[in-house]
């Protein structure tokens, strides 16, 4: 999201994103309250969601492919007995069952959804069928034809039964995952049902709940003047380089440090990084670009104008 007025700030901001707002909104709060003229997030949060929500402002925009790239870690709550027609609370209910299984039979169950496995995403997502977004045909009644997409779970463990109807589970995965299919397809694989009950995202990439903020914590900020100052960390704002942490750094030489900020291939000082690896390289200690190492050099991929 862009502006025409505004500051040319940099940065990041992760917000814990309270239930009841879209994503796009959280940007939209963050980029005023900041005086920022350009902003956009690392990942959507459902409306219903809650959690880390990755803000990034002005250059730190180009990293945010290196944050949605990263882990995610999620803590959810799934209902059993009944599959909704959205997979979470929102929806409709559309059929149950007085099936519950026992605490050994799920965690027995979860072992089929750890590694590398196929995941069809809910009805209700984004994901594109013949140009069209498959939230949209659902909300016309049309059912998306919608094909299984690879993707790499760490870690998804049982963490507490509250009760009978109701298991709460964290997952660590890559990029790409729905935990409403998760909910769904375990509930069908347990012959019981399930859908979401309520989801909370306690880390995206290098970012976690301990630099999150909340959103009125935000507008105090913005109240009180203190995001005027740019890279201020208790203005909450943290360095465009955060975003990078998957990384590796190498040092711009002064020849290079010209030539890359020109989007040309430049020298670095020589470091650990296999050739071929992707680098983001600084120059006095201020990011300065992100490409290719081949040898001593950097060929640029993009370049941030701080």
């Known amino acids: 999201m862009a502006r025409r007025n505004g500051r040319d700030i940099s940065g990041w901001v992760i917000v814990d994103k309270p239930a009841g707002v879209t994503s796009t909104a959280v940007v939209g709060i963050v980029r005023r309250?900041?005086?920022?003229?350009k902003a956009g997030h690392a990942g959507t949060l459902d409306p219903d969601a809650t959690g880390v929500l990755a803000v990034a402002l002005g250059e730190a925009t180009k990293t945010v492919p290196y944050v949605t790239a990263g882990e995610k870690c999620y803590r959810f709550a799934v209902r059993l007995g009944a599959a909704t027609s959205t997979d979470d609370a929102a929806g409709?209910?559309?059929?149950?069952?007085?099936?519950?299984?026992?605490?050994g039979e799920i965690r027995a169950a979860l072992g089929a959804f750890r590694g590398s496995i196929m995941q069809v995403p809910p009805q209700v997502s984004a994901v594109k069928v013949a140009g069209e977004r498959a939230y949209?045909?659902?909300?016309?009644?049309?059912?998306?034809?919608?094909?299984?997409?690879p993707l790499f779970v760490s870690r998804l463990d049982l963490v507490e039964r509250?009760?009978?109807?109701?298991?709460?589970?964290?997952?660590?995965?890559?990029?790409g995952g729905y935990v409403r299919s998760v909910a769904r397809d375990l509930g069908q694989a347990l012959g019981c049902l399930g859908h979401v009950l309520w989801l909370r995202r306690l880390r995206t990439g290098p970012f976690g709940l301990k630099e999150a903020l909340t959103l009125d914590a935000i507008a105090a900020r913005a109240r009180d003047g203190a995001q005027a100052r740019d890279g201020d960390g208790a203005a909450?704002?943290?360095?465009?380089?955060?975003?990078?942490?998957?990384?590796?750094?190498?040092?711009?030489?002064?020849?290079?440090?010209?030539?890359?900020?020109?989007?040309?291939?430049?020298?670095?000082?020589?470091?650990?990084?296999?050739?071929?690896?992707?680098?983001?390289?600084?120059?006095?200690?201020?990011?300065?670009?992100?490409?290719?190492?081949?040898?001593?050099t950097v060929h640029p991929s993009r370049v941030f104008n701080l």
């Open 162 to 175: 509250p009760d009978p109807d109701t298991v709460i589970l964290e997952m660590e995965c890559g990029k």
């Open 92 to 103: 409709t209910v559309i059929a149950t069952s007085a099936a519950r299984p026992a605490d």
């Open 33 to 37: 309250a900041f005086g920022a003229r």
């Open 236 to 296: 909450g704002l943290l360095p465009l380089e955060a975003g990078l942490a998957a990384l590796p750094e190498l040092r711009a030489t002064e020849a290079g440090a010209a030539r890359l900020a020109h989007g040309n291939p430049g020298e670095v000082v020589p470091g650990a990084v296999p050739y071929g690896a992707e680098v983001w390289v600084s120059h006095h200690g201020r990011p300065l670009a992100v490409g290719r190492c081949l040898g001593g």
């Open 136 to 149: 949209r045909l659902a909300r016309e009644g049309r059912t998306a034809d919608l094909a299984a997409r």
